[in-house]
């Protein structure tokens, strides 16, 4: 009896899927054009940040400033007296409510008003358009006092029609928190409605018609086809919003005198210049600086992570 031998099997490579050359030429091209502003960045951002961590590691006040004492060497001190410190974690909570009620406030009317100039004729978008530019144009010190003037308690126009003589908005917490909010949704919408209003024009009306040929209604198209379309621009608004109403300093010195009664009206950034500079703890300053600069990082990481997870794509 014979034993046939099946001839063996040849030998299977399995190849790992190629990446496109096309992807990698772009992905070589993108890093090519990005790579100036890359070193531009570095070159802006990575000695400053440096310098500030080296600061906060240092016990660095008035005389280390002048030269009158030698710098100390105290490693994580000003971290550990900041975190022990209980007006640092309530003015951080109102810091991010402050700024929580700004960026929402600032999509919304920006959101609101890009969708009515869509709808509405050429001279009373034109009129909007001048409207929201010039809030958006105001610096933010002239701003802020048009906000206290027009809020005055003895001649403002506010208190004159609601018929509230010698009320004031500012002694008051949350008043004056929401004088402050509202002058800085007023000189940030504009930025939002001009970036909805652009990716409105930009999409199809076909995509409208063909919603409305489904029988879907103006709620359905506005929240299940036109948001989604403009989801990549309500991202880069919001974090833009975020990132700057994190760090508000003027409207919020200008408006509370500093920060309000008894520092009741302090954000993070105007709690960093007493520190720093009224308080001349440059460390300590420095410290809250690297703080607020990890915080804005992780907070746009999340954000970004959130919006992927949802399906987002940049």
């Known amino acids: 009896m014979t034993t046939q031998i099946a001839p063996a ?13 096309r992807k990698k030429r772009d992905g070589r091209a993108a890093a090519f054009y990005l790579l100036p502003a890359g070193i531009l960045l570095a070159a802006l951002m990575a000695y400053p940040l440096f310098q500030l961590v080296q600061i906060s590691l ?34 951080l909570v109102s810091t991010i409510l402050f700024a929580a009620v700004c ?15 869509t709808r509405v004729r050429a ?10 530019l010039g809030a958006w144009a105001t610096p933010a010190m002239a701003g802020s006092y048009v906000w206290l003037f027009l809020f005055d308690a003895n001649f403002g126009v506010v208190n004159e029609v609601l018929g509230m003589q010698g009320h004031s908005w ?27 209003y652009a990716g409105i024009k930009n999409i199809s009306s076909e995509i ?30 919001t974090i833009q919003s975020i990132i700057w109403d994190f760090k508000l300093f003027t409207q919020i010195y200008v408006m509370t005198n500093g920060g309000g009664v008894a520092g009741r009206n302090l954000v993070l950034n105007v709690y960093t210049y007493q520190k720093a500079f009224a308080g001349e703890e440059y460390g300590l300053g420095a410290a809250i600086g690297v703080v ?23």
């Open 292 to 314: 607020m600069t990890v915080l804005l990082m992780l907070i746009t990481v999340v954000y970004l992570r959130t919006q992927r997870r949802s399906g987002w794509q940049p």
């Open 9 to 21: 099997a040849p030998d299977l490579e399995v190849q790992a899927p190629r990446r496109p050359a």
């Open 58 to 91: 240092y016990d660095y006040n008035q005389p280390q400033a002048s030269g009158a004492e030698p710098l100390e060497f105290i490693g994580v001190d000003n971290y550990i007296e900041l975190f022990g410190d209980p007006q640092f974690w309530s003015v």
């Open 170 to 196: 500012t002694f008051e917490r949350f008043s004056a928190f929401g004088l402050v909010a509202g002058e800085v949704i007023w000189c940030s919408f504009p930025f939002v409605m001009v970036t909805m």
């Open 208 to 237: 409208i018609e063909a919603a409305q040929l489904d029988g879907a209604t103006w709620r359905r198209t506005a929240t299940q086809v036109i948001l989604p379309i403009l989801k990549p621009l309500l991202v880069i608004a």
């Open 123 to 132: 001279v009373p978008r034109m009129l909007l358009f001048l409207a929201a």
């Open 103 to 117: 960026v929402v406030g600032s999509l919304l009317v920006g959101t609101g008003l890009a969708v009515l100039a």
